[in-house]
């Protein structure tokens, strides 16, 4: 068996995003979103562990044996960092392994919408990327942070799990904090960022109450707040945010929210129509004094009306997102079709704009 940096160089030259390791299989690569097994012999136990050995400390190796789980990133100098999860299944170690470039792409490299731009500039408040696992959220958050860093002085502090991308100082101080390392919880960092002195603060995961409570308040305080949700749109996310607490607390969150929400930036991936890669669909809802009255009233429920009339403001609908990709040629239909939340909406819109929607199987 390779070793584990051959592998990832494999990984990296087949521009595959995860690399899957699995006792009884060989490995698997996930190109373009296609998961393809490599020509290789099943891994054995002992594979296994040569394969995950290097990618853990003693520490780390410890952890795992404790808590059967670890989140991890590993490097190869002059490649690229990976996001590692080690696990157990069926009584053996798995793995899986996700590239992270040491180039952090900008907003326009990854075609994110321009008021991204006005967003990640913002003075205060609070700013979510949601979408699936695997849809780019890390890599948009990290573009934002890297436009505050070439165009304004302050001090960011990011809280992740684990460190993804790496950013170097440019006109921004930046403290990048992992979980399990640097500090024990999202919470527990939150809880001391206040004494740091932060502009900014980047919340890898909202994952409890307490962590959303305390990401609320930060941006009460006047700090800008970037954090992600695994949520498809924004009024699901609102409804997500509002539900983690106690029913007699919910509406004072939702004031709290009306109030510190500036945006949410929804975004999902599919396969590019012509050549290798992926593209982004986003959907972008700015907190307007209108959408305010709606997350205070709990009429979330509307807020897809207000994306779709809020054009001035920056704002789009992930369906016209898709229908744009279309126009541009840049995804095939029954791709973005398979992506839309009005399937039959969508369709009357391309007809409309004088797509072929005629696909087998649709």
Request: a negative charge; one cysteine or more.
């Amino acid at each position: 068996m390779l070793h584990i940096d051959e592998l990832l160089h494999l990984l990296v030259e087949r521009e595959a995003s995860d690399l899957h390791l699995r006792v009884g299989e060989p490995p698997v690569m996930r190109i373009h979103g296609n998961l393809i097994r490599l020509e290789m012999p099943p891994i054995l136990d002992v594979d296994m562990y040569d394969l995950i050995h290097p990618v853990m400390n003693t520490e780390k190796e410890v952890k795992f044996q404790q808590t059967l789980e670890l989140d991890t990133s590993y490097s190869v100098p002059g490649l690229a960092r990976f996001r590692v999860n080690i696990f157990r299944q069926q009584g053996h170690i798995g793995a899986v392994m996700r590239v992270i470039p040491f180039n952090i792409k900008t907003i326009d490299d990854l075609g994110m919408p321009q008021i991204t731009k006005e967003i990640a500039v913002l003075p205060r408040g609070l700013v979510l990327v949601t979408g699936p696992t695997g849809s780019g959220k890390s890599t948009s958050l990290a573009a934002m942070i890297d436009l505050i860093n070439e165009t304004r002085p302050g001090h960011v502090v990011t809280i992740e799990d684990p460190i993804e991308y790496v950013h170097r100082d440019k006109q921004c101080a930046i403290n990048q904090r992992e979980v399990g390392t640097d500090t024990h919880s999202f919470a527990a960092a939150l809880k001391h960022v206040m004494r740091q002195n932060p502009d900014v603060i980047l919340v890898g995961e909202m994952r409890d109450l307490e962590t959303i409570q305390l990401a609320i308040t930060a941006a009460e305080t006047g700090h800008l707040v970037f954090a992600t949700l695994h949520t498809t749109d924004a009024s699901q996310t609102i409804d997500r945010i509002i539900d983690v607490f106690e029913p007699d607390a919910q509406q004072q969150v939702r004031m709290q929210l009306a109030t510190v929400l500036q945006a949410v930036v929804s975004q999902t991936l599919l396969v590019k129509k012509v050549g290798a890669g992926r593209v982004a669909a986003f959907e972008v809802m700015i907190c307007t004094s209108a959408i305010r009255t709606l997350i205070r009233e709990g009429k979330t429920h509307q807020i897809p009306t207000d994306i779709q009339t809020g054009h001035q403001y920056g704002m789009q609908t992930l369906d016209n997102s898709l229908l744009d990709l279309v126009r541009r040629d840049l995804v095939h239909y029954e791709d973005a079709y398979a992506k839309t939340s009005s399937p039959l909406e969508f369709q009357i819109r391309a007809e409309r704009a004088g797509i072929n929607t005629d696909v087998a199987g649709l």
